[in-house]
């Protein structure tokens, strides 16, 4: 998985690529949403249009994600999953713990 950081009306949007596997990338994700929370960056989009495969590990990664977010009074909201990503979500009634918007455009606005 690979991830770049980009800022859109004050929103901070995180674009995720590849397969969301859980392991080192989980790290890597939870290290830099702890950089964003200590520089009280606190509205969090991960654009998830670049994301191939998504495994239980990887809906770990959200979970934790969202927490971390929300503990530190913010919002994190993902935006342009894939059909196969949201199959997933809503099959692990993930889909109502997470605000899903078809572009990042409306994830931005929804703020």
Request: charge should be positive; aromatic fraction near 2%; include cysteine.
């Amino acid at each position: 998985m690979k991830s770049s950081v980009k800022e859109i009306s004050g929103v901070t949007v995180i674009k995720l690529e590849g397969n969301v596997l859980g392991g080192p990338d989980a790290a890597e994700l939870n290290n830099e949403l702890h950089h964003l929370v200590e520089a009280k960056k606190k509205k969090i989009i991960l654009d998830l249009a670049a994301v191939s495969m998504m495994n239980s590990s990887g809906l770990g990664m959200l979970i934790a994600g969202v927490t971390t977010i929300r503990n530190a009074g913010g919002e994190l909201k993902l935006a342009c999953a894939s059909a196969k990503v949201l199959n997933l979500l809503t099959v692990t009634k993930l889909i109502n713990v997470f605000e899903h918007h078809d572009t990042v455009k409306a994830a931005v606005a929804s703020f």
